[in-house]
């Protein structure tokens, strides 16, 4: 494993888990951008939300670092960031805005398969020089028929509330799960494995 600080730029309690179970040496930095991009392909979308927020932490922690008699920033770190979205039909399914939309999305769910896509951005600095790497993973989750009274059990659970999908894989809504083809953590919101290979490339490419 390269042995490299990270900056993690993103919030996200599941993705910090992931990386500290992964063994990695990383910070925490979130992103200020903001998350209002036009209707595309949920790929397309989840990439670009990831870049963006990458380049918003990665660009600030330098800004600041520059002025600074003592640098805080290591001669050599990557900045990641992540979005996770699901998918139902084409249509992308992001955090619920209320109670509403998270009882609709879940009954929406329902008996069907769908689609949950994170993209991932890695920015890798040495000294003045950025090199990049942008990437998407895809995994199919297909949930048994859910009843309105068990939606309404899981909406007073408040576990819906902060996940794309109004879902949590690794909590209760996991009982709701039929299936999955693909990627386990890439549901819990960081595609491991993938991560890990490419942020080694990107690495020994320098």
């Given at each position: 494993m390269t042995n490299i600080k990270i900056i993690l730029a993103s919030g996200s309690p599941r993705r910090k888990?992931?990386?500290?179970?992964?063994?990695?040496?990383?910070?925490?930095?979130?992103?200020?951008?903001?998350e209002d991009l036009e209707v595309m392909a949920p790929s397309e979308y989840v990439m670009l939300l990831a870049?963006?927020?990458?380049?918003?932490v990665c660009n600030r922690l330098?800004?600041?670092?520059?002025?600074?008699?003592?640098?805080k920033l290591p001669e050599r770190f990557v900045v990641l960031g992540a979005d996770t979205v699901v998918s139902l039909n084409g249509r992308i399914l992001g955090k619920p805005y209320d109670y509403d939309d998270a009882y609709n999305t879940l009954?929406?769910?329902?008996?069907?398969?769908h689609q949950v896509y994170t993209g991932v951005c890695l920015i890798?600095?040495?000294?003045?020089?950025?090199?990049?790497?942008?990437f998407f993973e895809k995994t199919d989750v297909t949930f048994y028929p859910v009843s309105h009274e068990e939606i309404i059990q899981y909406l007073a659970t408040n576990e819906p509330f902060d996940k794309a999908g109004s879902y949590g894989i690794q909590g209760k809504g996991g009982l709701f799960v039929k299936g999955i083809e693909g990627d386990y953590n890439n549901v819990v919101g960081l595609p491991l494995a993938r991560v890990y290979h490419e942020l080694e490339e990107l690495v020994s490419e320098e």
């Open positions: 888990e992931l990386l500290a179970q992964a063994g990695y040496d990383f910070d925490v930095c979130p992103s200020l951008s903001e870049k963006m927020k990458a380049d918003e330098i800004a600041e670092d520059v002025g600074r008699r003592v640098k009954n929406s769910l329902s008996d069907q398969t890798y600095v040495e000294g003045r020089a950025k090199t990049s790497s942008s």
